[in-house]
């Protein structure tokens, strides 16, 4: 990682692994300019988990597509933004640690996120059932 301000070489002053997110927090210092900034390791789920579609088709799962789906079924609460990324975060481990070889369908996503949603906050399950009825 070079440094965000000059592009020169970084050091790691400090790291931690967030167990809960499955993510390693790194301080890192310009050896140059000594400016100090944070980084986040964190698993790629779209290259992680493919989707089957009804058509059978593979894909490459969206975290950002989930995420939206989920932020809209939380707009009615005032902390939506940081409720949905968290969520987001749980229905996809919660994919990934279900799938067969990370593929997952469509209909698994939609259960996941429905059950997930319900047991957080039922209004917001009853919004994501709406948009997601076939
Ligand atoms: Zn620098």
């Known amino acids: ?28 210092q310009c050896l140059v300019c000594q400016a100090i900034f944070t980084t986040r390791e964190a698993l790629d789920y779209d290259s992680a988990i493919r989707v089957k579609s ?10 950002d597509r989930l995420f939206i789906d989920i932020f809209r079924s939380l707009s009615h609460r005032k902390t939506a933004l940081s409720d949905a990324s968290a969520l987001t975060d749980t229905i996809l481990s919660a994919l990934i640690a279900d799938s067969t070889n990370g593929v997952i369908t469509t209909q698994e996503i ?17 919004v994501y059932t709406a948009h997601h009825a076939d």
Do not use: P
């Open 54 to 63: 009804a058509d059978k088709a593979l894909e490459s799962l969206s975290r």
């Open 1 to 28: 990682m070079v440094c965000i301000h000059c592009g020169s070489k970084t050091k790691t002053t400090n790291s931690r692994r967030v167990a809960r997110h499955n993510q390693t927090w790194r301080r890192r």
């Open 110 to 126: 939609v259960h996941k996120s429905t059950e997930t949603l319900q047991r957080f906050d039922t209004v917001s399950a009853t």
